[in-house]
């Protein structure tokens, strides 16, 4: 068997209390304590596991339970406190799409520099600029200011640069509503011959047929740490006994 | 590759600010000009009309020394919100993140190119004699600029960070230091006991180096050797404390 793309090993992140320490408090020299204020959090807790280069793994949860954070510490856009985050293996996120864009620039502009930040040479975004212009479907909008574009627009420029930078792997999260029905549907076939390519995809999302459609294994996370991984299937029907333990836990403490 | 990469993104982020900037104006790159000359007449008109300064070619001794001034407060300011200013690009995009701050510093350096040629005007007009050393001598002192801007900034940007305060301190820390620097006024007015603490300050040895180059055609060595060693310390500090601390940027915005 080949060594998988993705390696995470007994993984802890936590993160600073809500309160900044600010002039104020480098003056006082005040390293306040006791209300919870600046004691850092812990977001994910030993968390483990590992993904096969051409496998799409689902990642789902309650929101708050870390799973953006696993997102960013496997994008490397931060650390973990401990444990080990092993890709090998380039990688491109779908997160915000189109959050780097200009308003005032035009499309074409937006997408040179957009294909930079991504790490493609200018050279390579001349040359996937026309497959780029196509997948989007903005046609003769592209020479028109980012602006006057419609969020459906934004976000088919945006998802259409990111497939086209060049990654081993790519981190989805709760991007699937680009645009209208169809275009979602042109999207999901995309990513799937991605992964029929040997691409690999981690897709967080808490629309659970997406989940069901896209992923073939995943994990369930709740308050931080893991507490199912397996086959898709089973990682939803373990997520749908959580949420339904929680909702009668809620109507208990109602009553 | 990577290092030509990032020299291409620099040069993308460069040109959508200055995009951004003048895009919608009727004038364009002549706002690039205006700013600078707003500020060289206003203290024109204060010091050399009101104040009286008696001073040879006041003109020219103020612009030699204001516009690389603005390249510095300007670019430093700006850098210091830059990692700021793009947080959800250093949230959600994996990139080399210094290139943040050193495109702010590298757009304000456009800026300065473009009143190059009106620092020359001024000299042909006051009739002061051109230099061919200026060749090698304007291209020297704008990259021991570059080193100096970019190493302060690099520096405050990852300070302001982890402490907000930093920007408000270095917009205050600017002007004080405007009139802290013999900017508006030549050294040789300021008492002759306090002259050395004006001359200790880095600021003054760019200053000074610009305006000998410019109306002496005279690279004053130990200045330009004074501003690159200044340079060298703050951009050693920077470097360390970015070895240390870079990774919490990300969690921090």
């Given at each position: 068997m080949r060594p998988p793309i993705?390696?995470?090993?007994g993984l802890w992140k936590s993160y600073p209390g809500e309160a900044r320490l600010g002039i104020k408090e480098f003056l006082l020299k005040r390293r306040p304590r006791s209300d919870g204020r600046y004691t850092r959090t812990w977001a994910l807790q030993d968390i483990s596991f590992s993904v096969q280069r051409g496998q799409s793994f689902g990642i789902v949860g309650h929101n708050g339970t870390g799973k953006s954070t696993l997102l960013s510490l496997l994008l490397g856009t931060i650390l973990p406190d401990k444990g080990v985050v092993k890709v090998s293996g380039a990688v491109a996120s779908l997160l915000e799409l189109g959050a780097g864009f200009h308003p005032e620039l035009t499309g074409r502009e937006n997408l040179f520099l957009h294909g930079s930040i991504l790490g493609m040479t200018l050279q390579q975004t001349?040359?996937?600029?026309?497959?780029?212009?196509a997948f989007s479907e903005l046609g003769g909008a592209i020479d028109r200011p980012i602006r006057t574009y419609s969020a459906g627009m934004v976000a088919r420029l945006g998802f259409s640069i990111v497939i086209h930078a060049p990654a081993d792997v790519l981190l989805i999260d709760e991007v699937l509503d680009v645009g209208d029905m169809r275009f979602q549907e042109k999207c999901k076939a995309y990513l799937l011959d991605y992964v029929r390519r040997d691409g690999t995809l981690v897709i967080?999302?808490?629309?659970?047929?997406?989940?069901a459609s896209m992923c073939d294994r995943g994990m369930c996370l709740n308050l931080g740490t893991l507490t199912y991984q397996g086959p898709i299937d089973k990682v939803i029907e373990h997520y749908r006994t959580l949420m339904t333990a929680?909702?009668?836990?809620?109507?208990?403490a109602v009553q | 590759m990577k290092v030509r990469q990032n020299l291409e993104l620099l040069y993308l982020l460069v040109l959508k600010d200055l995009k951004i900037r003048y895009k919608n104006s009727a004038l364009g790159y002549l706002w690039a000009l205006a700013n600078p000359f707003a500020f060289a007449f206003v203290y024109w008109v204060a010091f050399k009309w009101i104040m009286r300064v008696e001073m040879e070619n006041y003109s020219i001794f103020l612009i030699t020394g204001l516009f690389p001034w603005l390249w510095l407060s300007n670019g430093v300011i700006q850098a210091t919100r830059s990692y700021q200013n793009n947080a959800t690009l250093v949230k959600k995009v994996k990139l080399w993140r210094p290139i943040l701050p050193l495109s702010s510093v590298v757009q304000e350096m456009a800026h300065f190119l473009c009143t190059l040629?009106?620092?020359v005007a001024f000299l042909l007009i006051t009739v002061q004699?051109?230099?061919?050393?200026?060749?090698?001598?304007?291209?020297?002192?704008?990259?021991?600029?570059?080193?100096f801007t970019y190493s302060l900034a690099s520096l405050l940007a990852l300070a302001n960070v982890f402490v907000h305060d930093v920007e408000y301190l270095v917009g205050i820390g600017f002007s004080l230091l405007f009139f802290a620097t013999p900017m508006v006024y030549p050294l040789s007015m300021v008492p002759e006991n306090y002259r050395i603490w004006?001359?200790?300050s880095p600021l003054h040895a760019l200053v000074n180096s610009w305006r000998e180059i410019m109306l002496h055609g005279r690279l004053d060595f130990s200045s330009a050797a004074y501003v690159m060693l200044s340079a060298t310390l703050v951009g050693l500090i920077s470097y360390r404390f970015y070895r240390k601390s870079s990774h919490r940027i990300g969690e921090l915005l």
């Open positions: 993705i390696t995470v090993e001349r040359r996937a600029f026309n497959e780029i212009v967080v999302s808490h629309d659970m047929e997406t989940v929680d909702s009668e836990l809620t109507a208990n | 040629p009106v620092i004699p051109m230099h061919l050393s200026w060749t090698w001598q304007v291209p020297l002192m704008i990259l021991v600029q570059l080193l004006f001359q200790m």
